[in-house]
């Protein structure tokens, strides 16, 4: 069973920032929100990953809510090469990984 | 570092025959796994490794083998291939524990016939 909730698909205009929306209202207290992002026909590609606090690297920033029941990945300045499928992830170390069907993001140009 | 590399990059068996899936990293990475992803899905786990000697069955290991003779490498055998393991299959590693971050490979577009 999915542990996230992610729209299936959505559009931003190319030069702007990208929000995407990631729900996890049975997340533990062990469990990681990662973030990795698939173009097409290429293998997925590590983003960003957190607990509790707000990350940010040069690829994209990582805000998670208070009682960490959702979170959201800013891909700052989009380009037409962050079209992709994003995958938002919970995850315990030591654990695999589950991935599920993840977002379309479709950058405009 | 050449990271995850897969071959080969396209196959197209047909329906009974058997080959081998390579995977091999220069990572020195403990964790290795392989995934497949059919059309319009997210990919689940057919068997991992978490170091040299050790496998275990993911989430759909029916028709594929894996070993783990040494840590650089990771092959995934398909004994008698169906059309329902036409996918792309995905080989990833991990570092060792204290960073779960999983780099993956190219990818292997099978089809069986």
């Known amino acids: 069973d999915a542990k996230t909730t992610q729209p299936t698909s959505m559009d931003c205009a190319e030069g702007r920032a990208a929000n995407l929306p990631c729900n996890h209202s049975?997340?533990?207290?062990?469990?990681?929100v990662y973030w990795y992002r698939q173009i097409h026909s290429q293998g997925p590609q590590y983003i960003i990953h957190?607990?509790?606090n707000n990350e940010t690297n040069e690829m994209a920033s990582l805000i998670i809510t208070e009682d960490r029941k959702s979170s959201t990945l800013i891909v700052p300045h989009a380009t037409l090469r962050d079209t992709a499928v994003y995958y938002c992830?919970?995850?315990?170390?030591?654990?695999?990984?589950?991935f599920g069907p993840g977002t379309r993001l479709s950058v405009l140009p | 570092n050449a990271g995850v590399t897969q071959t080969p990059k396209f196959q197209v068996l047909k329906t009974g025959q058997s080959m081998t899936l390579q995977c091999a990293q220069d990572?020195?990475?403990?964790?290795m796994s392989w995934y497949r992803q059919d059309p319009g899905m997210g990919l689940r786990l057919i068997h991992y490794?978490?170091?040299?000697?050790?496998?275990d069955q993911g989430e759909v290991p029916n028709g594929y083998n894996v070993s783990r003779s040494t840590t650089e490498d990771f092959p995934l055998r398909l004994l008698s291939a169906a059309p329902s393991q036409t996918s792309v299959y995905f080989c990833?590693?991990?570092?060792?524990?204290?960073?779960?971050?999983?780099?993956f490979g190219p990818g292997t577009r099978l089809t069986v016939l």
């Open positions: 990833a590693s991990s570092p060792p524990r204290g960073s779960d971050t999983q780099y």
């Open positions: 049975t997340i533990s207290g062990n469990e990681y």
């Open positions: 957190g607990l509790k």
């Open positions: 992830i919970l995850h315990n170390y030591g654990q695999n990984f589950v």
């Open positions: 990572m020195n990475h403990e964790y």
């Open positions: 490794s978490v170091g040299a000697g050790i496998t």
